[in-house]
């Protein structure tokens, strides 16, 4: 089977959840199921990280005004590498498929976020899925995607082992820093969060905040006025800004448990590192976050725009040390019996073969 994966990257923009799914589907079904794939991609940092995988890259320009451009790209790659199937990850990729392609060959759209927008704009090909449940539901319920052609596949992640020299570093670098440290994976934007996130830690009490210390893995246009925010709280020793990093796994082994204050989210992959890494989560109680925690099993929930629950919960946390341990390891055994990896490539095996059956 030829499948063309295709994403579009904001230009600037580090990896993010779509990102890591696009490189393992296309690495995973390439080398285990011995498919010819090849991504589809605008001119942006992770098409580097394909390119080191040995994924054929295809570009293609991503503005609206380019739009005759894109077109000649993009029929252009479909002479050349002549796909099967165009599993595409970007709704505008889907729509422009959709409308020129459909004909032609099978198209499966993955929606990664929940939406309330471009409702009359909205292509799907030929199938759809969604990365979880509630995802699932809303393609059906807003975007009036018939049943038979929805199917939900949970993201799984596929975890690079981990470099002890490069855990070493960090674990020298930081030793003098609070004993109990947390990490906060995300663009810094305000989707996700941070700035409530803030503000809990700068209300948390003296004898907490002490111990404690929490690390940004993400940049964005906000990180100015977060560094402000943190000056003005004088949080510096408890709150560190690593910029964008690819050493994810390194980070969620030295650090205790995993924060995630989003305000709305898809299935977000950092809790599936979180739990793959045994580690507890403290989550805002928001679509896909909430479905994915275990309340005092697998982590913690606080309402979302809410400084004062997520420092509750942060409260709950850095009173009972041994708490965070123990749900660290419900968190792994709970990722191996539901988040298999094997299983996710599978389930995506599977479909494939069926959207390419289905009758034009």
Known sequence: MKILFGHLCRPGFGKGGAEQVVLNLATRMRDEYHHDVGCLINECSFKEELEQSGIPIYKIPWAKPKLPETLRA????????????????????????????????KILHTEHVLRQDKRLLFRYGH?????????????????????????????????????????KVIQEKYADFPRIRALC????????????????????????????????????????????????YQLEKHIIFLGFTRQISSWLR????????????????????????HKCVLATD???????????????LAPSKNSGALRK??????????KILEMGESAFRHYEKKYSFQEMLKRYQMLYEEVIRLKP
């Open 74 to 105: 993009f029929k252009s790659v479909i002479r050349s590498f002549r796909p099967d199937l165009i599993h595409s990850h970007h709704r505008y990729l889907t729509f422009l498929a959709d409308i020129f392609f459909k004909r032609d060959l």
């Open 127 to 167: 199938y759809a899925n969604g990365v979880h449940e509630s995802v699932t539901r809303n393609l059906e319920e807003f975007y009036k995607v018939p049943k038979n052609r929805l199917e939900t596949i949970p993201n799984a992640v596929f975890l690079p082992s981990i470099r002890e020299n490069e855990l």
């Open 185 to 232: 994976i995300g663009r810094l934007d305000t989707q996700k969060g941070h700035s409530y996130l803030v503000e809990a830690i700068a209300g948390l009490p003296e004898s907490l905040k002490e111990k404690f210390c929490v690390f940004f893995a993400g940049d964005g246009p906000l990180e100015e006025m977060l560094r402000e925010k943190v000056s003005q």
């Open 254 to 277: 030295f650090c205790d448990f995993l924060i995630l204050p989003s305000l709305w989210e898809g299935m977000p992959l950092s809790i599936l590192e979180a739990y793959a890494a």
């Open 286 to 300: 928001i679509p896909g976050s909430r479905d994915m925690i275990l309340e005092n099993e697998t982590g913690l």
């Open 313 to 322: 919960g942060l409260v709950r946390l850095l009173q009972d040390e041994q």
